[in-house]
């Protein structure tokens, strides 16, 4: 563990601070907590909506782009109930309604599409990656501060996982982008980019939302120490 304030001296400090820091601090981990076991559902989700052969079952497909949304939408609740201890967090909720909405759009715009351009899924779908990018960010930001004077070494962590999360989201997106706009030219190689592509940025996203997983159970812990400290402050 890094720098923490469990391992500092305990300066005396006044009985409401300390009963604010033990509330704050048992609050923030029951929502993080809350966060973690709602990545189980989710990842079931993209399991679903992402395997070549299940998302190719209409039935597996939809069900699983509706526990994904669901999940969306509790987790957005989450965060704006962790904004009590961190502001960015509400940036966060933000950016993912605003992914939630856009990729709902973007979803109804590739099914009604008669074209086969698919112009209109490809805008609404390119900003709800650059939405869900921007909440992956201020996610993985807030996490940092909240935790940074707890340990700052999951702190580091979590200001590292972002660009691996942004990077397996975009570069999925490039690589259904290659396999949808091929049949435009017709070229195996474009077909051949993107299949790979597409399968080496789901295991980058998948290897990515592990260690958000796992982060999430580090600092719910940690957040659970940093109750513990004060319940023996100055006893």
Known sequence: MGESILTQNKPEVSAAKKARAKWLANYTRKWILGLLWLAIPNAIANVLTTNTYLSSIDLFNNIGCIIGYL????????????????DEYFQCALFGMG??????ISEVMYRIDAS????????????AVVLSCLRMYHECSAHA???YSVDDD????????WKWQVI????TFVGSLLLIYQRLDRVLITVRIGLFLGTVML?????AA?????????SAKAMREYEKYYTSYNS
């Open 203 to 207: 295991v980058v996203s998948g290897i």
């Open 168 to 171: 397996g989201s975009a570069g």
């Open 71 to 86: 999940c969306a939408i509790v987790e957005i609740f989450f965060l704006i109930k962790l904004r009590q201890d961190e």
């Open 154 to 161: 999951i702190a580091k962590k979590w200001l590292g996982l």
């Open 99 to 104: 992914a939630i909405i856009t990729y709902g």
């Open 116 to 127: 086969g351009l698919y112009l209109g899924w490809l805008f609404f779908e390119g900003v």
């Open 210 to 218: 592990i260690f958000r997983m796992i982060y999430l159970e580090q």
């Open 145 to 147: 501060t909240v935790i």
